[in-house]
């Protein structure tokens, strides 16, 4: 806290600054709490992902030396053509939200390609989405993560800094000020008493 001025002008802004860090203070907290509660949700939310993620890469395991055979390249039908993703608003933040994965059309010869290719596609395009997802959730819970730490350090910016500093300065320019009424009152005794003895002395009593 810097060098005060004790005034009654400063003893307004004061107020009005501290009144300012009061009604500001219950929207940060509340949004605080949004935030922790939406990043314990997302991340669960994740975990359940990964799960599902993980099953379904085991369940092409399974199969997975078939890709191995020199029938047909399946990479360039794994390639999403387009992500699409939505907004999700929580406190002010906006989210990425995992809508789709969508692939370019897979053409080939039914009659010269094996017949487990088809299933091969879609299993494996099934794993590219379940990624693209699990990466949309990363990406969410990194953007409130960043929130969350922006916005404690403003409550505490407020509950420990700013309220406690304006509360004291007000107390300090109160003091001052009663101080300065109490010395004006006293100066005005010590005035009137001189001037009432000053005239008693003019009438010669």
């Known amino acids: 806290m810097g060098q005060v001025k004790l005034t009654k002008g400063e003893l307004k802004r004061q107020r009005d600054c501290l009144r300012q860090y009061e009604r500001y203070l219950p929207t940060l907290q509340l949004k605080k709490q949004q935030l922790q509660m939406e990043i314990l949700w ?3 939310l994740l975990s359940e992902k990964k799960h599902i ?3 379904k890469k085991e369940a092409v395991l399974v199969w997975g030396g078939l890709l191995a055979e020199p029938v047909i390249n399946l990479k360039g039908w ?3 053509s387009n992500i699409v993703t939505t907004v ?3 406190a002010g933040i906006e989210l990425p939200v995992f809508e789709r994965v969508d692939f370019l059309e897979a053409e080939y010869d039914l ?3 094996a017949p487990w290719v088809d299933f091969a596609i879609e299993a494996l395009r099934q794993v590219v989405s379940s990624r693209k997802e699990v990466e949309a959730l990363e990406e969410g819970i990194g953007i409130l993560k960043y929130e969350l730490r922006i916005t404690t350090q403003r409550v505490n910016l407020f509950e420990k800094i700013k309220i406690p500093e304006a509360q004291k300065t007000i107390h300090l320019i109160k003091i001052y ?3 300065q009424m109490a010395n004006a009152v006293g100066r005005s005794k010590i005035a009137k008493r ?3 003895e000053g005239v008693l002395e003019g009438a010669g009593v």
């Open 111 to 113: 009659f010269e390609t």
């Open 42 to 44: 997302q991340v669960t």
């Open 194 to 196: 001189k001037i009432e």
């Open 53 to 55: 993620l993980n099953k």
């Open 177 to 179: 000020i009663g101080d």
């Open 78 to 80: 794994l390639v999403p």
């Open 88 to 90: 999700k608003n929580i």
